[in-house]
């Protein structure tokens, strides 16, 4: 008698089977279309300017009262100190020096 395993046919490398990718190459290509759609909506968005925008964030129209060009300056306690040394000495130079030329 002969085994029936003997005749077994083999899907899996047979000429006619279909391709098998790899899983690396799975979730590259599944990148690649991902940033290819966000490339086309961005694109789209750019050539129709007259499709408004559908919801937006609330965060996005924050301001931002620290670091705009009309905030005032904020300077740290140790150089506010330094600088009302050297300016008490500045005042001091210059009353020698009035003294000295009177």
Do not use: Q
């Not at 000429?15 to 759609?37: G, I, K, M, T, Y």
């Amino acid at each position: 008698s002969v085994d029936g395993a003997c005749f077994g046919r083999n899907y899996f490398s047979r000429a006619s089977a279909p391709d098998v990718e790899d899983v690396e190459l799975a979730n590259e290509r599944a990148a690649v279309l991902a940033e290819v759609a966000s490339l086309k909506k961005l694109a789209v968005d750019y050539l129709h300017p007259e499709v408004g925008v559908t919801s937006v964030d609330g965060a996005c129209f924050g301001r931002n009262y620290f670091s705009r060009s009309s905030a005032p300056d904020v300077e740290d306690s140790e150089l506010a100190e330094e600088r009302a040394a050297i300016l008490a000495e500045v005042a001091s130079l210059k009353k020698l020096a009035v003294d000295y030329l009177h």
